[in-house]
Each structure stands twice: as C-alpha cells, then as structure tokens.
C-alpha cells in the first residue's frame, strides 16, 4: 500500500477547481487499507490499547471519518453554514463491525468525491467548539477541509500504535504528516521508523 502524496492548495484550490481534491478523500482511502490488509476479525476493532488508555482501532477509524461527514453535512446545508464537529455518534457499528467500518468510510468517501471538486474553497463556514467554553470562529471549507485531512493522520499513527500491539505490520508511511515524510526524505533519514 502506498501513501498519498501531500495535498496543495493552488489558487486554482481556492477559486473551487480543486485538483488535490483526490487526496482528501485518499486519506479515508488510505484507512480502509488496515480493513483490507490487517484486520482480519471484528474484534481487531475493538482491541483496547495498552499505550493508549482507551483507545481502540475502531474508535480511531469512526471518529476521523465524522470530522469530513460533518464538514459535507455543514456545507450541503443552506448559508450560513455551521460546522459543530463535538456532534458526533459515539458506539456506531464501524467501531466494532469490518463490514460497517468499510462500508462508512467508503460513504465518505463517496461523499467528499461529489462535494470537494465543485466546491469554492473560500465558501464560508461558522464553526462552533466547545474548549471547554462555547467558541464561534469564522472559517472556510478549504481551511476545515485541510483540518479534516491532518486530524486524519493524527488519528491513523494512534492506529498504527494499536494495530502494532497487535502485530498488525503497516505500509511505512502511515500516519505520519506529509511534512515529516517531506522532511525525513530531505534529511535522507530514510523511512520512518514505529
């Protein structure tokens, strides 16, 4: 398995002709490889973590897939559009089920594919979070869409942590952010080392 490349954004990006567009959705891509390659019971999913109290490879794969589905939900609304990413189910069946994960992240994917390349990227956004205070920050699509793909890759070392207790072997670039894949081949340190 291989990994994408890192995603530009281009004024092209910006002005919603979107060519990296691809990579985005690659990163859901990209996760149902440990379904296809390494997983091989349900129970790999729900596996907990010795170095990661809590944490469980189904946890990773749902809670990275909400962040895109909601970004899609809030832009497929009507202006203004609210992004709220501390609205998300917790305990869905892609947690603990291959099937359900596969078929999940496949629907994101499906949906990033038809929304990203016609969208403008400067589209406005009102993102409310909770810190633990209420915030409302203004934001656009291509700058929560960037989020979306780096908080992605967070998620998929914690994955590669867990599917390593587990013996699972993973493709050496997996969750590492494209800046440290640019900087360690720049470095000629050669491939990164888990």
Known sequence: MS???PATTTSSALNGCSDDATAR???LEVSTAILRQGLVTDEQLTAHSTFIP???IGKHLRHARDHFVLLVEAISTSAPHVLNYDKRARNTPMESQRKAAADA???????LQAVVPTMNMTEPIILHAVTPYPQV???TFG?????AG????????????IAGEMGIQMDDA???????????ESKSLGKPKI
């Open 3 to 5: 990994s994408p490349p």
């Open 25 to 27: 959705t690659r990163l």
């Open 54 to 56: 809590g944490s469980t």
């Open 105 to 111: 992240l496949n629907d994101a994917i499906t949906q």
């Open 137 to 139: 920050l203004e934001t």
């Open 143 to 147: 700058r929560e869409l960037w989020f």
């Open 150 to 161: 780096l908080h992605a890759i967070h998620h998929w070392s914690m994955v590669r942590v």
């Open 174 to 184: 997996f969750g590492f952010a494209p800046s440290t894949l640019v900087h360690m």
